[in-house]
């Protein structure tokens, strides 16, 4: 029984291990989408995550430069190292694509770790499509998610109000392998507000994984901006 025992706890410390494996994403992206008068637009920069620091940091190098900074509760604008804007949001960063796919929850989109529930399970079309039901408090306030995955990817993401209208659809292709770790090299999204549907595709290279610098957007500090 102790060898049982030493031979499970090895495993576990092996385990939290590979769960924090992955620590710093970075990436240059460009976000190609369109204004409701139809102009089509173009943004290109660089985004920093860092897992223990939980803020998000876009370095915008074009049309305009400026930097975002996204914390669990307000997200920062700062041009010419000055803050412009904060606005509160209530979207937590431990939810955005670079952390879960850091903490390699990206498959089900931490659905599970927000309280929601698994309700049913299909396949389609060489799909696997989940329902996922909102915490039973939260039922009044936000609708269901289906969540698709292909070859135990995420492929799609479709998020419901209260009355079973699509608000939005995120879908996630092309990943990219670097040393176990995966990503989706390209990610599109349509949302839905008042008749009017938006459509945005941002794409991923030159992705850098545990980058020893870039110390500085990492653990942005803006409160001395």
Known sequence: MR???LIFLILLFANNISAQEFYR????YSVKYKEKNGTEMLKLGK????FKQKQIVIKN?????EIFVYTDTTVYQLRN???VNKEKIIAPVEFSIFHLALNEQLRNYGLDKAGYILDTVKRDKGLIIALWKP?????NIFGNVLVSTKEKQLFGIVFLNTKGDIVSKHFF?????INGFSFPTEVVRMNYIDDFESY??????????NDTENNEYYNYDFHKK
């Open 61 to 65: 190098g074009f049309p305009v430069k």
């Open 25 to 28: 994403f970075s990436a240059e």
């Open 47 to 50: 985004v920093f995550y860092d």
């Open 3 to 5: 060898k049982i025992s």
């Open 81 to 83: 190292d000055r803050v």
């Open 173 to 177: 292709r092309n990943y990219q392998q």
């Open 135 to 139: 915490p039973v408090n939260f039922q």
């Open 200 to 209: 945005e595709t941002t794409t991923y290279k030159k992705i850098i994984i």
